[in-house]
């Protein structure tokens, strides 16, 4: 067991490193890094005004205030309506599931789009998995151009619009939620 663990958190160590590797002057075309944090940087966008409140909720805001780095795979506000679900995890009620939400949402590391598509192409299967802040994998594919994200419970999302760095860490928008809510909650 000790030993698929390790495997598991190859590709996430190499993706760390690959995300901490140095400057040397060049663009790849990324932006640079802004001087507010993960939390600063998801509350000045209107795009993720539920997932704000969702971290405020769960009491993760100075998670993300912090050291880091972190990437977040950050649902849109189209994604938290599309659910199906009744749940509304902005309220007291839905404290705790918020923060396993968030937790399902965030891995180690700043990875960008650049980091884990060069990931996935030079793994041999096309796969390539992340340990999240929940203690699952996500699973990463292409999909033509486009990087698709699974959850363990087969929730995926598409990686759209653009990815935004902070200073802890990067915001990678997805265009749905890695959970399956309950249509029930």
Known sequence: MKRHMRWALAPLAVLTLAACGGDDGKSDGATEPSSQTLAATLKGDEAFGTLEQVLT?????????????????????AAFTSTGSDSDFTTEAMRAPAAALLRAHIVP?????ADIGAAIDSDGTGTVQMRTMADTLLSFTRDGDTIVVTAPDGASAHLTGSEELAKNGVIQPIDALLIKPDPAA
């Open 57 to 77: 909720n769960a009491g993760l805001t100075e998670v993300l205030e912090g050291t880091g780095p972190y990437t977040v795979f950050a649902p849109s506000d």
């Open 109 to 113: 590391g700043a990875l960008t789009r």
